[in-house]
């Protein structure tokens, strides 16, 4: 009985988005203000609807329902309750309905914590992601129906993939989608200023938060998807520019030059079109995504539906969202008066050039990860683009953007003095390419990637402690706190955080790359081996058994100048009913270096083949991941994005819009 | 007035040479590392390059692994149920590398016939097989009923 409701809970949210979608809209151009009214109610009407079907389908997964088809291959009564939960979203059609989930969510909290929007406004954007909605509802009920029953019903079910029976993967995706679905808030905020066709800086102050959320979900998701591969595929890689890590990629590249576009037109009221293109771009990426992990289209680790139908579904929603919002803005952004002026050495200026090297590397990711179904549609032939070409194209484009990175804060809005800018930027340039020399030299590292990565990230910190002491020169004690928690100023402070993330990134990037040792070998118990001064010792395998799995249990230990310091238990599962092998790393992790164990396959007489890494910097890629979000979540907690601010600065911005359309 | 349009031109025109030189830049060095996918059948008919790394994908044959005394060095067979050829790869092959399971391997092909692999990919889904093993398993199955259906 439950499964039923929750598909008709699916329906009923579906004919609510239904109205959500045309009548506020309509109520917003022909001034109706019950019918503008009829949004927020709505968007909780869809809220409250999908919750239930959610809650349906967590409720069938945890009383193992095995005659609901989607939980009998996803599900099983041995799995613990966590990933009973974790499930629900484990495949293709409960991750859809958590992604309609999160969208009904985004919706209420436009529609509860945005009241201070003039009306027509909050209606469109509303009625906007009711669109949305409409797509990814249909989308669900008529493809992909979570809810389908199975007769005859099995006594045990499938069972979830074992990849993703681990907690980084159980909130990865949950993650990932807020990001993704949050887009689509920068997406109707930006086609509601186009149906409008008015564009101001009140505008980019309310959609800024929304999108720096979004953006910091995305990092997280994308922080956390690595963090899994890195610990849970076993062989220590921490990103493989697989398609489906592209997907995720590319609307976090555009969303990065969002947050920096965003930032120019609310603080100058410039970059206008170029920042609701950037938001109409971001959101069609999320749902490019989407379509090519759902698709199955690619190859790919990810790809665990292939089903043309629904691929065929994605793509002709994809086309018309991207089709519709570019002729929508092809009509209407030339309305779009130009914000304020500025000067070639100005801060506008850097914030450009971080835009277009970003927009840049996306178009390259997006050549990489489409170009193989391009030539295999073409008949060209089937081709993979390898590994090192996205990181050619990575590396190309990085160092300019961090120069610009450094430089862009210390300089001025609209106008900068080029003598005064030299001055302040001297120091830092010296610094830091002193710092690159040393580490590049042989008594250094000896390779000139780290000496560059090493200036790159010094050139960061210098400038950005630079511009610390300026701040700080005039204020002390006291009014140092008053300004980082009032507002205007949060913003610095976060920007600041965020971009040391980068350097600590860069860092833990290229000494990963450039120094990690691997090693494949073969072990007999009582063995050891030497490697950057650790020794290791093989104990063997013992065979045990976990709550749904067997397991191959190694233990390794680690000795440093005769002391242990480690127990590593790498382990080879065999889940009972997958029975795919699966390794589980060992790893010692810590600040500097990480090591890192994984077991191969027993080579006969206690023998086995172990892959050993020594990792160093490792753990800086993610805690620069945290860093970047912890500065967004910053910056979006400005006080002046609080509704009483925002309330004061509507005033003001109703009047342009009447006066513009007494104008027309 | 005047200055202030000269100098967005020199913005304008030193993005859009920068951006050229990237375009050009990056399409070149997406030229050398494309790495195209031959079936079994095709390597063996000669199809594909010598000196080149690519991909090649199919079914390991059952019976055919075998490990070489440093314990570490793999041989096996990959077919496309029509042709085989063989594969040999240096370290730890992936969880899901077992006998009948569809694979891809990157490596090179050396002057004897043997490909020798630097990388073995196998899918983490046990129901997944690559759509391009799919392709050549389905294409030569398909040829071999037609000559099947000519011979008789």
Redesign the interface.
């Not at chain 1, 795919?580 to 390794?583: A, Q």
């Not at chain 2, 050398?32 to 996918?37: E, I, S, V």
């Not at chain 2, 240096?90 to 092959?93: A, D, P, S």
């Not at chain 2, 899918?123 to 046990?126: G, Q």
């Given at each position: 009985m439950t499964p039923e409701l929750g598909q008709f809970a699916l329906v009923l949210a579906l004919c609510l988005a239904l109205v959500q979608a045309v009548f506020p809209l309509i109520g917003s151009i022909n001034r109706t203000p019950s019918w503008m009214a009829l949004a927020q109610p709505l968007a909780w009407g869809q809220f409250v609807f999908l919750s239930l079907s959610f809650a349906a389908l967590t409720y069938a997964f945890l009383t193992d329902d095995f005659s609901v088809l989607y939980v009998a291959q996803h599900g099983n009564t041995q799995l613990p309750i966590v990933y009973k939960i974790s499930a629900v979203w484990g495949a293709h059609e409960g991750s859809l309905l958590l992604w309609v989930l999160i969208l009904s969510g985004w919706m209420v909290a436009v529609a509860s914590l945005a009241r201070n929007l003039p009306p027509e406004m909050l209606a469109r954007v509303l009625a906007v992601m009711g669109m949305i909605s409409i797509g990814f509802l249909s989308f669900l009920l008529f493809t992909s129906n979570p809810f389908e029953r199975l007769f005859p019903i099995p006594m045990e079910g499938g069972e979830l993939?074992p990849?993703l029976q681990d907690f980084g993967l159980a909130i990865h995706p949950p993650m990932l989608y807020m990001g993704y679905v949050g887009l689509s808030v920068a997406f109707s905020f930006a086609i509601a200023a186009l149906i409008g066709g008015k564009m101001d800086t009140a505008w980019a102050r309310w959609s800024r938060p929304w999108t720096l959320i979004a953006w910091v979900f995305l990092t997280i998701g994308i922080t956390l998807g690595s963090w899994w591969a890195y610990y849970e595929l076993?062989w220590g890689g921490w990103w493989f520019w697989d398609p489906v890590e592209n997907a995720s990629f590319m609307p976090w590249l555009v969303a990065t030059a969002l947050v920096h576009s965003l930032a120019v037109t609310e603080k100058r009221g410039a970059f206008k079109r170029w920042t609701v293109l950037l938001a109409l771009m971001g959101f069609s990426l999320s749902l490019l995504g989407t379509f090519l992990v759902r698709s199955g289209v690619l190859?790919s680790?990810h790809?665990?539906a292939?089903d043309p139908a629904r691929g065929l579904f994605i793509l002709m929603f994809l086309c018309l969202v991207i089709g519709g919002s570019l002729v929508l803005y092809a009509w209407r952004a030339p309305s779009i008066t130009p914000g304020g002026?500025f000067?070639?050495l100005s801060r506008e200026?850097f914030l450009?050039g971080n835009n277009?090297l970003l927009i840049?590397t996306t178009a390259?990711v997006l050549?990489?990860t489409l170009?193989p179904l391009l030539y295999d549609a073409m008949g060209w032939?089937?081709?993979?683009?390898?590994f090192?070409?996205f990181t050619?194209?990575f590396v190309?484009?990085m160092p300019l953007m961090v120069v610009i990175m450094g430089a862009g804060p210390m300089t001025r809005w609209k106008n900068q003095d080029p003598k005064a800018l030299l001055r302040s930027l001297s120091l830092p340039f010296a610094i830091s390419v002193a710092a690159g020399l040393l580490v590049a030299m042989p008594f250094g590292t000896g390779s000139w990637s780290a000496g560059l990565a090493v200036g790159l990230s010094i050139w960061l910190l210098t400038t950005l402690l630079y511009g610390a002491r300026k701040r700080f020169q005039n204020r002390s004690g006291i009014s140092l706190i008053k300004d980082i928690a009032g507002r205007g100023s949060r913003s610095w402070y976060a920007m600041w955080i965020a971009h040391i993330g980068i350097a600590v990134f860069i860092i833990g990037v290229t000494f990963v790359t450039q120094f990690d040792i691997e090693k494949?070998?073969?072990m007999s118990p009582g063995q050891t081996y030497e490697m950057e001064g650790y020794t290791f010792r093989f104990d063997g395998v013992k065979a045990q058994t976990g709550p749904n799995y067997r397991t191959q249990f190694g233990t390794v230990r680690v000795f440093q100048d005769d002391r242990e310091i480690a127990v590593l238990n790498p382990e080879?599962r065999t889940y009972t009913v997958?029975t795919?092998?699966?390794?589980e790393a060992g790893i010692d992790a810590g600040f500097l270096r990480d090591i890192y164990v994984?077991l191969?396959?027993p080579?006969g007489g206690g023998?086995w083949?172990l892959?050993l890494y020594y990792k160093p910097f490792v753990r800086w890629i993610w805690l620069g991941g945290l860093l970047i979000s912890l500065g967004g979540l910053l910056a979006a907690s400005d006080p002046r994005y609080r509704s009483k601010v925002l309330a004061r600065l509507r005033k003001p911005a109703i009047q342009p819009t009447l006066a513009a359309e007494n104008h027309s | 007035m005047k200055t202030?349009r000269k100098?967005r031109l020199?913005?304008i025109g030193l993005?859009v040479t920068?951006?050229a030189a990237?375009?050009a830049?990056?399409l070149q060095?997406?030229n050398?590392?494309?790495?195209?996918?031959y079936s079994p059948s095709e390597v063996v008919a000669g199809d594909a390059p010598a000196d080149t790394a690519f991909?090649v994908g199919g079914l390991v044959t059952n019976g055919s692994v075998a490990?070489q005394s440093?314990?570490?060095t793999v041989q096996f067979d990959v077919t496309d149920n029509a042709e085989a050829i063989t594969v040999q790869y240096?370290?730890?092959?992936p969880?899901?590398f077992r006998e009948g399971q569809g694979i891809?391997a990157h490596g090179k092909l050396r002057d004897d016939g043997m490909f020798v692999a630097n990388e073995v990919l196998a899918?983490?889904?046990?129901n997944?097989m690559?759509?391009?093993v799919a392709?050549s398993l389905k294409q030569a199955h398909d040829t071999g009923v037609g000559k099947g259906m000519g011979t008789p």
């Open positions: 993939n990849l076993g190859t680790v790809a665990f292939t002026g000067n070639m200026t450009l277009l840049i390259f050549l990489g170009a032939g089937k081709i993979s683009v390898g090192p070409w050619a194209m190309m484009f494949d070998i073969r080879k997958q795919n092998p699966m390794t994984s191969g396959e080579l023998d083949a892959r | 202030a100098k020199i913005l993005m920068g951006v990237a375009v830049f990056g060095a997406f050398q590392n494309l790495m195209f996918f991909r490990r440093d314990g570490l240096t370290g730890i092959l969880d899901l891809v899918k983490h889904d046990e997944y690559a759509p391009e392709a």
